[in-house]
């Protein structure tokens, strides 16, 4: 840790009651744009590629993958650009490039045209690592914890109405939830142009330089840090078992249960319904009460009990049922967040932000691989559908590692 920054002080005089409303806003429009177009993203692949499910899956991981791979590179490089130039004009920009990316996914003829509308969206899908960099910036590291958990609270929102209104609007034509996205996304931009305060002073920046803002720099960053090391990890293994959710979701909804396009987005609604509960309402709470690795722990144990109750439902309802258990790993992020941000100072939150990025994307690399791969062999050896739980178990077993490693952390961990 630089000692020339002292990593509790507010870098900004933006008033953090007046900026994370703002932020708020703009992470929920950009996450209300990208949930529309989740329950018919693989219905419309499904239908380039001729109808065929488990072709329809394979070709899906393969957007998966791409969307990584282009965050992998371009993640670090965005967060060090905030650190260079502000938060400000790296929201703006990724703003409007995910807006006319969305244009360009609604005209594609093809699943080609339609891979290469993903490849620019992971380019540009940067606001929410640089979201995360100026709550950071606003916030003191106290209370950081709490302004993740609101954070957090605007992608439970924004993936309640996202999915709702992608399947209603699906069930019109499956292109207009694109055109809808690319409405919300460029109106997100306008919104930040006019409103968004910069929450970086001139002062606090630093140059930008490409050993830090590649992906092999950042990691070395990343691990050079015993603490935030381990803290790393832990986050690595919740984003990829979180994929199966991404990935798999929908396709197995479909398969198991017979469900449309509507009651995918419902389904999806309800996720978001309880992300928003814990993360907007229960956070701050227990912030009061229990540390921030408690939490952590908590999260993780709510996640691997919801993952097996996803992967065996021998129906609908209970798979329904399982959501409010998943519910639970809401607490996960803004725990992770507050004892990853205490690691490092002020002019270092970019460039955290950009190399966890980057390390979740590895985790996007893996993820859609793994899971639509375990999902299509099912469905490839006629199993039974019990069997296509799969994904969610290896999900399950992947969460549990987390525990393990995290129980170390937890009981060396101190308040910095």
Not at 105 to 123: D, K, N, V
Not at 179 to 202: D, K, Q, R
Not at 286 to 307: D, I, K
Not at 335 to 341: E, F, N, P, R, S
Request: aromatic share 12%; proline share 6%.
């Amino acid at each position: 840790m630089s000692d020339s920054i002292d990593p509790d002080s507010n870098p900004t005089k933006t008033n953090p009651r007046s900026a994370l409303p703002f932020i708020f806003v703009t992470v929920l429009l950009d996450v209300l744009s990208f949930g529309i177009i989740i329950p018919v993203l693989p219905n419309l692949l499904k239908q380039m590629v001729g109808g065929d499910a488990a072709i329809a899956a394979s070709y899906y991981g393969l957007f998966g993958t791409t969307w990584a791979v282009a965050q992998f590179f371009c993640a670090p490089i965005l967060g060090s650009l905030s650190d260079r130039f502000g938060r400000r004009p790296v929201l703006l920009l990724s703003c409007l490039g995910l807006g006319l990316d969305y244009i360009l996914m609604a005209l594609a003829p093809t699943w080609q045209w339609l891979w290469l509308g993903r490849l620019l969206s992971g380019i540009t899908a940067a606001s929410f690592a640089t979201a995360g960099a100026y709550v950071a910036d606003v916030t003191p590291p106290e209370k950081r914890a709490a302004s993740y958990g609101i954070f957090g609270a605007a992608f439970g929102l924004g993936f309640i109405l996202g999915p709702a209104l992608g399947g209603i609007l699906g069930s019109i034509h499956l292109r207009l939830p694109f055109w809808v996205s690319a409405a919300l996304a460029l109106a997100n931009a306008a919104y930040g142009f006019w409103i968004l305060p910069e929450s970086l002073p001139p002062e606090k920046r630093r140059n930008f330089s490409w050993s830090r803002a590649n992906p092999i720099g950042t990691w070395k960053f990343l691990f050079s840090i015993p603490s935030l090391s381990r803290l790393a990890l832990i986050g690595f293994l919740y984003q990829l078992a979180h994929q199966v959710l991404q990935n798999v979701f929908v396709l197995y909804t479909q398969y198991r249960y017979d469900w449309k396009e509507r009651e995918v987005g419902l389904a999806l609604a309800a996720v978001g319904v309880g992300s928003v509960v814990v993360q907007g309402f229960l956070v701050r709470r227990m912030m009061a009460r229990f540390n921030e690795p408690m939490l952590l722990l908590t999260a993780l144990a709510f996640g691997v009990a919801g993952m097996l109750l996803f992967g065996t439902a021998p129906n609908a309802w209970w798979f329904l049922l399982a959501i409010p258990v998943m519910a639970g790993m809401g607490f996960f992020m803004p725990a992770l967040q507050g004892m990853m941000t205490r690691q490092v100072d002020v002019q270092q939150q970019g460039q955290l932000q950009g190399a966890t990025g980057a390390l979740h994307s590895v985790a996007g690399l893996i993820g859609p691989i793994l899971f639509t791969s375990l999902f299509a062999a099912v469905l490839e050896r006629g199993a039974a559908p019990f069997w296509s739980g799969l994904p969610f178990w290896a999900a399950a077993f992947l969460l549990l590692l987390g525990i393990v490693v995290a129980l170390p952390a937890a009981r060396s961990y101190r308040d910095s």
